[in-house]
Nanobody, 123 residues
Framework: QVQFVESGGGSVQAGGSLRLSCAASGLHLSLNDMAWYRQAPGKQRELVASISSGGITNYVDSVKGRFTISRDNAKSTVYLQMNSLKLEDTAVYYC?????????????????WGQGTQVTVSS
């Protein structure tokens, strides 16, 4: 059974930083394209960053240059370093399988979602 456990969220002032972690189990992380998603209140969940099994990264324009996705296959963990946080980054963040190429999501999430981790950015 594939499971994702997200952690590292919190409350931070605009301009601050957070590092999210996602512990994945029930799959060979090294063989999978992984992604971070977020869902803000009243909005649909969106894929914001992906990293392929080969390490190729892709970001939505709104986070490009501020967020960095990485992976540690030995630890079966995916990370999201978020810098220069903005009010509009406030959301619940989730990880799952996924891949974005150019501006298109070519592989979406599968299975159940984890509980997510709340990120709240205040002014």
């Amino acid at each position: 059974q594939v499971q994702f456990v997200e952690s590292g969220g919190g409350s931070v002032q605009a301009g601050g930083s957070l590092r999210l972690s996602c512990a994945a189990s029930g799959l060979h992380l090294s063989l999978n394209d992984m992604a971070w998603y977020r869902q803000a209140p009243g909005k649909q969940r969106e894929l914001v960053a992906s990293i392929s099994s080969g390490g190729i990264t892709n970001y939505v324009d709104s986070v490009k240059g501020r967020f960095t996705i990485s992976r540690d296959n030995a630890k079966s963990t995916v990370y999201l370093q978020m810098n220069s946080l903005k009010l509009e980054d406030t959301a619940v963040y989730y990880c799952n399988l996924g891949r974005r190429v150019g501006g298109v999501v070519i592989k979406g999430a599968v299975g159940s979602w984890g509980q997510g981790t709340q990120v709240t950015v205040s002014s």
